[in-house]
T-cell receptor, first 112, second 112 residues
Framework: AQRVTQPEKLLSVFKGAPVELKCNYS??????LFWYVQYSRQRLQLLLR??SRESIKGFTADLNKGETSFHLKKPFAQEEDSAMYYC??????????????FGTGTRLLVSP | NAGVTQTPKFRVLKTGQSMTLLCAQD?????MYWYRQDPGMGLRLIHY???????AKGEVPDGYNVSRLKKQNFLLGLESAAPSQTSVYFC???????????FGNGTRLTVT
């Protein structure tokens, strides 16, 4: 069965500090991994996906198949990064549809 | 271009009442999904659709029914609401299996 684990419910840091939001997954197939973000009073939106290998708003995430992890990192946190972050695993690719399995989310709070 | 629109935004039901949540998308997307978001549990897939006239069960389908009579609309029905269905419901759509999901703003449902 597919599973996504985000061990931290809340991560609180000061502005300018490095941030790492942890995500571990369990999946027997080839994983498709995403980070979604929900800012206050906004809809859930895609932050980045592992196949793009890009940096969005200073965030990066590297897929580590050996450790089955997809941690989200940013070297210098900003107050506007405060939000709820969800790691998600794309399952069911072989059947031609995308069915995401979400983690429980980590709330990032960046204080001035 | 409104994206994904959910109605209503809020609703309070009494146990045993019924209601329908409407999701509409104007992006001509094939795939549509209904998720529920509960504290500490992340987003869980209720039902999904891979095209007009098709629906399938997700992770937590019990107590819900869906219909996709038109490509742009995906309806979620509660025939006899229960307090356990108190949640925030999110609709999402995507064009293809490897494209990001587009989410609606959510519907906050309380069942007393």
């Amino acid at each position: 069965a597919q599973r996504v684990t985000q061990p931290e419910k809340l991560l609180s840091v000061f502005k300018g500090a490095p941030v790492e939001l942890k995500c571990n997954y369990s999946y027997s197939g080839s994983p498709e991994l995403f980070w979604y973000v929900q800012y206050s009073r906004q809809r859930l939106q895609l932050l980045l996906r592992h196949i793009s290998r890009e940096s969005i708003k200073g965030f990066t995430a590297d897929l580590n198949k050996g450790e089955t992890s997809f941690h989200l990192k940013k070297p210098f946190a900003q107050e506007e990064d405060s939000a709820m972050y969800y790691c998600a695993l794309g399952a069911g690719m072989n059947t031609g549809f995308q069915k995401l399995v979400f983690g429980t989310g980590t709330r990032l709070l960046v204080s001035p | 271009n409104a994206g994904v629109t959910q109605t209503p935004k809020f609703r309070v039901l009494k146990t045993g009442q019924s209601m329908t949540l409407l999701c509409a998308q104007d992006m001509n997307h094939e795939y549509m999904y209904w998720y529920r978001q509960d504290p500490g549990m992340g987003l869980r897939l209720i039902h999904y659709s891979v095209g007009e006239g098709t629906t399938a069960k997700g992770e937590v389908p019990d107590g819900y029914n869906v219909s996709r009579l038109k490509k742009q609309n995906f309806l979620l029905g509660l025939e006899s609401a229960a307090p356990s269905q108190t949640s925030v419901y999110f609709c999402a759509s995507t064009q293809s299996y490897n494209s990001p999901l587009h989410f609606g703003n959510g519907t906050r449902l309380t069942v007393t």
